[in-house]
């Protein structure tokens, strides 16, 4: 199984990012999918999942009304939508299975976000 984020970068606070994760070995239709987050000495944070029909099913607060999560089918792959960033938003970014994380995690990517 393959997991590939990208779309991450340096963005000034207030500022948007669109974040993709391109899957590769795993029956994505038939699965739910979230983004987790893990910023610096802090552990690795579930924000946002979506069921396999294209639901979302559940945001951390701390991101409510500012993200939203998507998803392709055809293309099995897992959007993030991200608005009015913050500094505390910054972080690697990965997607996984949801709940049961797979365990060969992608690289994940970067987000920065600058006050």
């Known amino acids: 199984a393959q997991l590939m984020e990208s779309g991450g970068g340096l963005v000034q606070a207030g500022g948007s990012l669109r974040l993709s994760c391109v899957t590769a070995g795993i029956p994505f239709r038939g699965i739910s999918m979230a983004w987790y987050r893990q910023a610096p000495g802090k552990q690795r944070e579930l924000i946002a999942s979506i069921t396999p029909s294209g639901r979302p099913d559940m945001y951390t607060d701390s991101v409510k009304g500012r993200f939203t999560i998507s998803r392709d089918n055809d293309r099995n792959t897992v959007y993030l939508q991200m608005t009015s960033l913050k500094s505390e938003d910054s972080a690697v970014y990965f997607c996984?299975?949801?709940?049961?994380?797979?365990?060969?995690w992608g690289r994940g990517t970067q987000v920065t976000v600058s006050s």
């Open positions: 996984n299975v949801d709940p049961r994380p797979i365990s060969s």
